[in-house]
């Protein structure tokens, strides 16, 4: 397929970038070296420089190392975005091992199958979240746990509220255990694994999506790249609303900041309180889930939410990811400033299409590849997309430097989306004439009723156009005849 949509690029963006070969933690260890004094996160009004960060990370990963961890090893975390998430990150990748992220949000089975499947031996998560851990600990591959506090990087730490043995130790206790050296470690960047980040439950059972440190280097680097016109290295400041323990929070906001020297605002409350004081800062960049654009632009006072108290107006700029396929246009809220809008993956295996910064201005959910990609547009694509669009069907692009290295021990899915060197995402796509892609839905994401395939975006967008069924979503229930389709209902 004709690349037409680098004429729409961002006059900044390369079409193609050359990527260091470099592990994804070497992207602390650059930033420290010239920003070491530079505040890498405020949490509750406590601050934490980059100097202090890289010497968390190296006391954690080598007490890491001192309690069974290797390279290769799985480590899971279970944590809200937070001063802990960042070290434990880093401290996992600056061991050898990989980061297997679990939501908070998950139930001990969900629990359970995580940790199983990817052999976890080691957690580190909230002690808020301990009954389930606990409810789960003796079915599952772990040895050892680390518990933290939430408290345990505010102004006065508090206890943890674990009950301990010999193999449970407390986060906050190893890290003031253990000296700040860095382990030695040999990583092959395009090998080795990084993280394993399981999917969501919108295809089945979660799968655990491998991704090397090459990935997520390159992944960073793409998101940077596309922004470098509006952020400026060492005074940013993100406001990460959307959690690290997804893909998208783990690359575009934390690693994208780590590498940029950005200061990560942690909790960030939603949406900015006047109490935060960033003075010398020119803009803060802010993370949103689905929805979260909707939730501001009803907030009764936006104008409140201009300004952060330093002595003078900022600038805040927001990087909005949009809703998902099906969903209604984001609504930019009333902020001062530009606006850095979002992206999203095909499939979530880390390939990131964007939407460029000054092209004009296009409703619906619509993406411009990034840079070094080809889209293919073999399967049931038709040519007809209507009006001013080209259906491209199921899309595919090739093994670019972001996209996985396959299912974690599922070779046989991996075999099905990964063929010929080229990843099958299962996206139902179409592409104007300006090479924007439009998502409007997915492969698996059909109802089959009276012998008609029919297509849930569809369906949503009529609902859409209804006030009252501004947040449907249709659902498919079997019937007793297959002769009468099934009634799409309301949740």
Known sequence: MEKIWLDNYDY????TIRYPRIPLYQLLELTYVKYDEHTATIFFDQRMTYGELRDHVCRLATALKGIGAKKGGRVALMLPNSP????????????????????????????????????????????????????????????????????????????????????TYFLREIIAGFSPEVPDVDIDPAEDLATLQYTGRTKGLPKGVMLTHRNLVANTMQCSMWAREF??????????????????????????????????LLPPPPPVRDKHDAPGYTEISAQFLPGGTHTLRGHPQPSRHQKVRGGQDKALQLRLRPPAPGGPSPVHPPF????????????????????PHSGHEKAGLHRHPLPGHRIDDRGRGDGQGGAGH???????????????????????????????????????????????????????????????????????????????????RPWAFPTSSAARPSRPTWS
């Open 84 to 167: 802990q998430f960042v070290i434990s990150y880093y401290g996992v990748l600056e061991a050898g091992a990989v980061v297997t992220n679990i939501s908070p949000l998950h139930v001990e089975r969900e629990i359970e199958y995580e940790l199983t499947g990817s052999g976890s031996g080691i957690i580190i998560y909230l002690d808020l979240f301990d009954s389930r851990i606990q409810e789960v600990r003796e079915a599952t591959t772990l040895k050892r746990i680390i518990a933290t506090s939430i408290t345990d990087y505010m102004e006065t730490p508090g206890d943890v509220n674990v009950e301990k043995d010999t193999d």
């Open 390 to 472: 080209r259906r491209v069907g199921r899309t595919r692009h090739p093994r670019a430097p972001q996209v996985m290295k396959g299912y974690w021990e599922k070779p046989e899915e991996t075999a099905s989306t990964l063929r010929d060197g080229w990843l099958y995402t299962g996206d139902i796509c179409t592409m104007d004439f300006d090479g924007y892609f439009y998502v409007v839905d997915r492969k698996k994401d059909m109802i089959i009723a009276g012998g008609f395939n029919i297509y849930p975006h569809e369906i949503d967008e009529v609902l859409f156009e209804h006030p009252p069924g501004a947040g449907g």
């Open 336 to 355: 001062r400033g530009p606006v850095l809008r979002g992206l999203w993956s095909f499939g979530g295996l880390a390939g990131h299409p964007l939407q």
């Open 231 to 264: 952020t400026e290295r060492g005074r940013d400041i993100y406001l990460d609303i959307i959690p690290f323990f997804y893909s998208y929070g783990e690359t575009v906001g934390m690693n994208n900041a780590i590498l940029n020297a950005a200061t990560l």
């Open 12 to 15: 900044y963006v390369p079409e």
